[in-house]
């Protein structure tokens, strides 16, 4: 009885040193990943108008990013006093949907974007912009470099927009007209109708209508002015206007 009592304290003991080694060799295996620390930078990029920027982009696409943010397709330029001067990433995605493609392009696409990851997982960015992630859905507006010959993102936020939140964009402007536009079921809206409002028009009371847009509803606020017979919009807070009523009273 004694020696069986013994044999099943071995058996045991072994077990849970085994458990034990097998425990540390796991975590051995685990790559450790460093906290990403957070470097965000202040910079002056041109704000655009709707138009303007469709205008300025040689290609207008819905995409789905192939690949995420690293050090690896991270480009950071630094001076002499190793002061960085200049930081972008080259970035891969494929075309859901082409709205304009003057290049050409097939569903597979590259092209730069304001944002880096240094080898020591500095996220730089701009205190605005976020980097796109992978496997989530974009709005681009991409133009060529006039120094590299590559293709960029425009201006940063004003060119790029998640399509997963659409209120977290901060040029909403420029989204919401875009889709509205270029949606296969809001062609009953005239986008081509706004001229973009020369001042400010602040009303008490406003009408609005949700627009149902092929990446989610979209909020414009109208009110009609009797006294000038313009209909004033708002889009992405963005006020526009035009002869005559634009919505049925």
Known sequence: MKIKSNLVYAIVVSTLC?????????????????????APTQGDFKQ??????KETAHTIAVVKMKDALSAENSTVV?????????YYSTRNATVLKFIKNEKGYGEEISFLDSAAMTSDNYYLHDEHYDAPEK?????????????????????????MFALKNLQKNLRRDILYAT?????????????KRLKPATGFTDFVSSDYTTILTDFGPVKV???YSEYDQTEHIWIGG???TCSGKMFAR
């Open 135 to 159: 496997n989530e859905k974009y709005l681009v507006f991409l133009c060529e470099s006039n120094i590299s010959g590559k293709d960029f993102v425009i201006s940063t936020n004003n060119g």
């Open 221 to 223: 606020e109208y009110f």
């Open 48 to 53: 655009y108008e709707y138009e303007e920027i």
């Open 18 to 38: 085994l458990s034990i080694i097998a425990f540390f060799a796991v975590r051995a295996t685990i790559p450790h990943t460093p906290e990403r620390k957070d």
């Open 238 to 240: 963005r006020e526009y």
């Open 179 to 191: 889709l509205i536009e270029f949606s296969s079921n809001t062609s009953t809206f005239d986008i």
């Open 78 to 86: 630094k001076n002499e006093n190793d002061a960085i001067t200049d």
